[in-house]
């Protein structure tokens, strides 16, 4: 793993979909930061989302990509959620070492009523439910499953609550997603995404600073008085969410800014390691073989329901790849 200590003169151009572990000694931090473009792009180009649904699986993808490239095993990182908002479900698998893919479910209704009436904020789109975060490390592995409540607040809040539950990790995140519109050589418009994010969190190696970020167990009888518990921050965990609460959306997806000068611009005095960036690449793991797998599971009756105008189709929810079948090829 390369190491580059940022300074001025020592920063890299500007790369897209590539994620940057990165860590503060000084501050006992690291973190992962990201700025997603073609990928996110063709995501969302296949399905022609309405813009509000668009910009809430893009915060989706970019903190599913952050979490995802921590995995340390080959696997399957699965974010998902199931509300009761306009945008009823959104699912992104991240697969290591580098393929992400994402869909929304919505309802059409209900998002134009939201659009119409200006309430399209991703918390307003989400509305309650939960939010799941699957670990799949293949067949011969238990799959390990967080849960964590949507309640209306935003999806950096709810990380920053799932690494507080069940990873006992206190973490910033920070999401944020924009859209250019552009024009090719021979005028016509262009769309693209940006999405970027950074995820920091403090990871101290000094026992008495462990013992600092230890959180009550949750096994308190119901109604007890905890106000006493609360833990004040140690003051190097205070500057970096001090800190990373400084940037602005803007900055996230600024493609002349980029994440490099981004953690230089954040933590210079400090003193900034990053190391070599992670590829993310748009990579759906369907195929005809696996869908075919599939049918073969089905039951006779099943497989004769599936049947229309002689031919079984079969769509991918995620690439939108179709897929027919002569019946008599599945026996």
């Given at each position: 793993?390369?190491?580059?200590?940022?300074?001025?003169?020592?920063?890299?151009?500007?790369?897209?979909?590539?994620?940057?572990?990165?860590?503060?000694?000084?501050?006992?931090?690291?973190?992962?930061?990201?700025?997603?473009?073609?990928?996110?792009?063709?995501?969302?180009?296949?399905?022609?989302?309405?813009?509000?649904?668009?910009?809430?699986?893009?915060?989706?993808?970019?903190?599913?990509?952050?979490?995802?490239?921590?995995?340390?095993?080959?696997?399957?990182?699965?974010?998902?959620?199931?509300?009761?908002?306009?945008?009823?479900?959104?699912?992104?698998?991240?697969?290591?070492?580098?393929?992400?893919?994402?869909?929304?479910?919505?309802?059409?209704?209900?998002?134009?009523?939201?659009?119409?009436?200006?309430?399209?904020?991703?918390?307003?789109?989400?509305?309650?439910?939960?939010?799941?975060?699957?670990?799949?490390?293949?067949?011969?592995?238990?799959?390990?499953?967080?849960?964590?409540?949507?309640?209306?607040?935003?999806?950096?809040?709810?990380?920053?609550?799932?690494f507080k539950q069940s990873e006992q990790i206190p973490t910033?995140?920070?999401?944020?997603?924009?859209?250019?519109?552009?024009?090719?050589?021979?005028?016509?418009?262009?769309?693209?995404?940006?999405?970027?994010?950074?995820?920091?969190?403090?990871?101290?190696?000094?026992?008495?600073?462990?013992?600092?970020?230890?959180?009550?167990?949750?096994?308190?009888?119901?109604?007890?008085?905890?106000?006493?518990?609360?833990?004040?921050?140690?003051?190097?965990?205070?500057?970096?969410?001090?800190?990373?609460?400084?940037?602005?959306?803007?900055?996230?997806?600024?493609?002349?800014?980029?994440?490099?000068?981004?953690?230089?611009?954040?933590?210079?005095?400090?003193?900034?390691?990053?190391?070599?960036?992670?590829?993310?690449?748009?990579?759906?793991?369907?195929?005809?073989?696996?869908?075919?797998?599939?049918?073969?599971?089905?039951?006779?009756?099943?497989?004769?329901?599936?049947?229309?105008?002689?031919?079984?189709?079969?769509?991918?929810?995620?690439?939108?790849?179709?897929?027919?079948?002569?019946?008599?090829?599945?026996?």
């Open positions: 793993m390369t190491e580059l200590n940022v300074a001025e003169g020592e920063l890299t151009p500007v790369q897209l979909d590539e994620v940057v572990p990165f860590n503060i000694d000084a501050l006992d931090a690291r973190g992962r930061a990201v700025l997603l473009g073609p990928s996110l792009t063709t995501i969302l180009g296949r399905h022609d989302y309405p813009e509000p649904v668009a910009r809430l699986l893009g915060e989706m993808t970019v903190l599913t990509v952050l979490l995802g490239t921590s995995l340390k095993f080959s696997g399957k990182l699965i974010v998902q959620t199931q509300t009761d908002g306009p945008v009823s479900l959104l699912v992104v698998d991240f697969v290591s070492p580098d393929a992400i893919r994402a869909y929304a479910r919505f309802d059409a209704e209900r998002v134009d009523a939201a659009i119409e009436a200006g309430n399209t904020l991703p918390t307003e789109m989400l509305g309650k439910g939960m939010l799941a975060l699957t670990i799949d490390q293949g067949k011969y592995m238990s799959r390990y499953q967080g849960m964590v409540q949507l309640d209306g607040s935003s999806l950096e809040e709810i990380a920053r609550n799932y910033e995140v920070r999401l944020a997603v924009g859209k250019l519109i552009t024009r090719d050589d021979e005028g016509n418009q262009q769309l693209t995404w940006r999405a970027g994010g950074l995820l920091a969190q403090f990871l101290p190696e000094s026992e008495d600073r462990v013992r600092q970020r230890d959180l009550h167990p949750g096994d308190a009888p119901e109604g007890a008085d905890l106000s006493d518990q609360e833990i004040n921050d140690d003051d190097a965990w205070a500057e970096v969410k001090a800190l990373v609460g400084t940037i602005d959306d803007s900055e996230l997806i600024d493609d002349n800014l980029g994440v490099h000068k981004l953690l230089f611009r954040l933590f210079h005095e400090r003193g900034v390691r990053v190391f070599d960036g992670h590829p993310v690449v748009d990579k759906c793991s369907c195929s005809r073989e696996k869908v075919e797998g599939l049918l073969r599971s089905f039951t006779t009756e099943q497989r004769e329901e599936a049947v229309e105008d002689g031919k079984i189709s079969i769509n991918c929810e995620f690439c939108s790849t179709h897929y027919e079948f002569d019946p008599s090829e599945i026996k």
